[in-house]
């Protein structure tokens, strides 16, 4: 069974509970290595909607500290990551932030495009989708944003890459095997490959209108092909769903391959096998 899980959250930004009952919550579900990865929004940029909560620079070495101390106490492996929106124009103070935060796990993602989110609700995945002109614009915009952020150098992982997704249960939206749309996220996955980054497994897509993981099992297999590392998280929002889905995660991983998962501590890869 799968004992990491490098993707949660805790009252310092969205989620429910508080870090000290997410490492309990860790110690029982019998996760050896987890990391909390709040939301980390950069200060110069306005508020953007869903990230009301997210962690500033005013309260990061608090945050930090109370992830230290529930180090000590639990006897479970915790590491301080964050999940860090990237913003283009904010690129240069977003990289001096992370690098000098004395953190494990360095998390981006993009969840904004052009101001509005992209896995909020449907409604307004629906505006964004009109405000990029179609979703095929959407989409390539998505991905090219993602491209500019593994390419800042400023993440260990990407969070949920084909976020994209989210609403598109029986291609609702768009046709994952399409031609721009395979051409939109390989081009994604040569710049990882180039900038040495990894991919997340991230299981919290079972529960979200599309029903499956992120990213989809191809792009997974591209991973494998291409030797791109993955981490995996299950981007609990409280202690409940924190670890879920391994098993299904594990079958997934075995079937295209993987023998090993990766994390970070103190930026540095290391790995777990899958047994
Ligand atoms: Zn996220
Ligand atoms: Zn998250």
Redesign the pocket.
Known sequence: MICIDSHSHSTFSDGNNSINEMVEAARRKGLNIMALTD?FQCPIVDRIVGFEKALTINNLKKYLRVIEAAKVIRGVKVLKGL?VEYISKAEEEITEIVKKANIDFALG?V?TLKGLAV?YTEEEFKKNMLSHGSMKGFYIGYYEQLSSAIRSGIFDSV??LD?IKIFNKENKYFDEKEEEYVNAVEGCLDTIKKKSVCVELNTSGFDKPVGVQYPSKWIIERCFTAGIDLTIGS?AHNTKSLGNHRVEAEKLLKDVGFSRIAYFENRKKKYEEVK
């Open positions: 939301h999940e993602c969840h896995d969070a949920h976020l981007d």
